[in-house]
């Protein structure tokens, strides 16, 4: 399984502003996920990093708002913009193994 | 589209004591299903998986699941719960079909009473 670290691991971020959580990945990978955890919730998939192309986008997430960079097959970069309260909640990127994904340890995200 | 239910929010059992956590899915192809683990402030864990083949998996920490086709399930199971399985726990649906996107149930979160 791969070794997965994500910085910051927490962060308070005033609203207004913006914030990019990194993911780092100790093998060369193809597909990267990014997830979101709110308080008291379940993952929720926000898109899908292949390394050289765009980034695909789940139902109800936006470009603008969560623009993701994926520069080589061991790093990619999510970025929380123009925050509110209701962005708080814990970010997750993960890996594809052969089928099954793995996770990083997560950014908890406060927003005030 | 797929989707997972996890009908036990939460469930309480005593050290000691068997445990099976309840998943079932919907997916229109062959699933792939797995189950994780998250303790608190922690990232998610694998606990096993399955692609094919034996119906029965054996994952990490002691813990099994069965895959029943015919029910659309995959029931988390372990014989004898420790004071450290406490956690919450996610079942999760993926596959070729859908890109190996996972689709996650709401948890259920394991309490071990001693």
């Known amino acids: 399984s791969a070794v997965i670290s994500q910085k910051p691991s927490r962060d308070i971020c005033q609203r207004g502003t913006s914030l990019t959580i990194q993911c780092q990945v100790d093998?060369?990978?193809?597909?990267m996920f990014w997830y979101r955890q709110q308080p008291g919730q379940s993952l929720t998939l926000i898109a899908t990093?292949?390394?050289?192309?765009?980034?695909?986008?789940e139902s109800g997430f936006v470009i603008d708002k969560f623009p993701i960079s994926r520069p080589n097959l061991t790093f990619s970069t999510l970025t929380v913009s123009n925050m509110s309260p209701e962005d708080s909640s814990i970010y997750l990127c993960?890996?594809?193994?052969?089928?099954?994904?793995?996770f990083g340890p997560g950014t908890r995200l406060t927003v005030t | 589209a797929q989707s997972v239910t996890q009908p036990d929010i939460h469930i309480t059992v005593s050290e000691g004591a068997s445990l099976e956590l309840r998943c079932n899915y919907s997916?229109?192809?062959?699933?792939?299903l797995f189950w994780y683990v998250q303790s608190p402030g922690q990232g998610l864990q694998l606990l096993l998986k399955?692609?094919?083949?034996?119906?029965l998996v054996q994952g990490i920490k002691g813990f099994e699941a069965e895959f029943k086709r015919s029910q659309s399930s995959f029931n988390l199971r372990k014989p004898s719960v420790h004071w450290s399985d406490a956690a919450e726990y996610f079942c999760?649906?993926?596959?070729?079909?859908?890109?190996?996107?996972?689709?996650f149930g709401a948890g259920t979160i394991l309490r071990v009473k001693s």
């Open positions: 997916y229109g192809a062959t699933p792939y």
């Open positions: 993960s890996v594809l193994g052969t089928y099954e994904q793995y």
């Open positions: 990093a292949n390394q050289g192309s765009e980034a695909t986008y």
């Open positions: 399955y692609f094919s083949g034996d119906t």
């Open positions: 999760a649906v993926g596959g070729l079909e859908y890109g190996n996107k996972l689709v």
């Open positions: 093998s060369q990978v193809t597909m």
